[in-house]
């Protein structure tokens, strides 16, 4: 506008709501939002935790003292302080360090525990975790993430909110199609993909999910593979909200088939 005024501004942002280029966004409850801050808190704990064990795993490396690959978190104060005891000036240099490890592991279970309650508490996401590979952190932050279901009039929808959609770049004779966008949330979208990398990995329990996830990663890959079953969990995980459903194992194939 020429003249910038009141009046002239509210017209102005009437007439680009008119062009239906915008649409209302759906602001989650502050019981979502406290918990998402439970969340929030738990993840930066224990990723702390980690930047501490490995901060003194690379200190030992100097001296030759290399640490098992995977060293549990409550056992790692002891396989730590072991290979240092003699040495008392690595140890005035080592200890601070594995002493505020530890009150922030200490810190970590606490909140843990506390996001394990929650899940044991709430019905739907003790139901949410009958899906395989599906734990206490996914149900919660699916839950606190999608807060009303009723806001998204497709459960296919879901996936694409969170970003686990493929990008596609299409002009004229150019067809491109990309990665997954990596839209939305991203600790959801990573909360998924833990699941589905545990479901194909980890759980040995038998479901027509499982199956299709294995066939798919044969022929495109894991990392493809776990992404589709990614999205696949988006949208049954909504579906199971909506319909006050169970999770569905299908009919297991016959060995010889599978075979």
């Given at each position: 506008?020429?003249?910038?005024?009141?009046?002239?501004?509210?017209?102005?942002?009437?007439?680009?709501?008119?062009?239906?280029?915008?649409?209302?966004?759906?602001i989650k409850s502050?019981?979502?939002?406290?918990?998402?801050?439970?969340?929030?808190?738990?993840?930066?704990i224990l990723a702390?935790?980690?930047?501490?064990?490995?901060?003194?795993?690379?200190?030992?490396?100097?001296?030759?003292?290399?640490?098992?690959?995977?060293v549990g978190h409550?056992?790692?104060?002891?396989?730590?302080?072991?290979?240092?005891?003699?040495?008392?000036?690595?140890?005035?240099?080592?200890?601070?360090?594995?002493?505020?490890?530890?009150?922030?592991?200490?810190?970590?279970?606490?909140?843990?525990?506390?996001?394990?309650?929650?899940?044991?508490?709430?019905?739907?996401?003790?139901?949410?975790?009958?899906?395989?590979?599906?734990?206490?952190?996914?149900?919660?932050?699916?839950?606190?993430?999608?807060?009303?279901?009723?806001?998204?009039?497709?459960?296919?929808?879901?996936?694409?909110?969170?970003?686990?959609?493929?990008?596609?770049?299409?002009?004229?004779?150019?067809?491109?199609?990309?990665?997954?966008?990596?839209?939305?949330?991203?600790?959801?979208?990573?909360?998924?993909?833990?699941?589905?990398?545990?479901?194909?990995?980890?759980?040995?329990?038998?479901?027509?999910?499982?199956?299709?996830?294995?066939?798919?990663?044969?022929?495109?890959?894991?990392?493809?593979?776990?992404?589709?079953?990614?999205?696949?969990?988006?949208?049954?995980?909504?579906?199971?909200?909506?319909?006050?459903?169970?999770?569905?194992?299908?009919?297991?194939?016959?060995?010889?088939?599978?075979?």
């Amino acid at each position: 506008m020429r003249n910038k005024t009141d009046r002239n501004d509210a017209r102005g942002i009437a007439q680009i709501l008119r062009t239906g280029w915008y649409s209302r966004v759906h602001i989650k409850s502050l019981h979502s939002h406290r918990v998402r801050a439970l969340l929030a808190s738990r993840k930066a704990i224990l990723a702390k935790c980690v930047d501490l064990e490995n901060e003194l795993r690379g200190l030992l490396r100097v001296f030759g003292i290399r640490l098992a690959p995977r060293v549990g978190h409550g056992s790692f104060d002891v396989q730590v302080r072991s290979t240092f005891a003699d040495d008392e000036l690595l140890s005035c240099a080592l200890v601070p360090l594995l002493d505020a490890r530890t009150v922030l592991y200490k810190t970590y279970l606490k909140l843990d525990n506390a996001v394990k309650a929650l899940t044991r508490a709430d019905p739907l996401c003790v139901r949410l975790m009958s899906i395989p590979g599906v734990g206490p952190v996914t149900a919660l932050t699916f839950k606190c993430a999608v807060d009303d279901p009723a806001r998204f009039k497709a459960s296919r929808t879901v996936a694409a909110h969170f970003g686990l959609t493929p990008r596609r770049y299409q002009s004229g004779e150019m067809d491109n199609p990309g990665h997954i966008s990596r839209a939305g949330d991203a600790d959801v979208r990573s909360a998924l993909y833990v699941a589905a990398h545990s479901l194909l990995t980890r759980n040995a329990q038998w479901s027509s999910l499982k199956a299709w996830g294995m066939r798919l990663a044969k022929t495109r890959g894991h990392r493809r593979a776990v992404i589709a079953v990614a999205r696949k969990l988006a949208v049954i995980l909504h579906r199971m909200w909506v319909d006050g459903s169970e999770f569905r194992w299908g009919a297991q194939e016959p060995i010889a088939a599978a075979a």
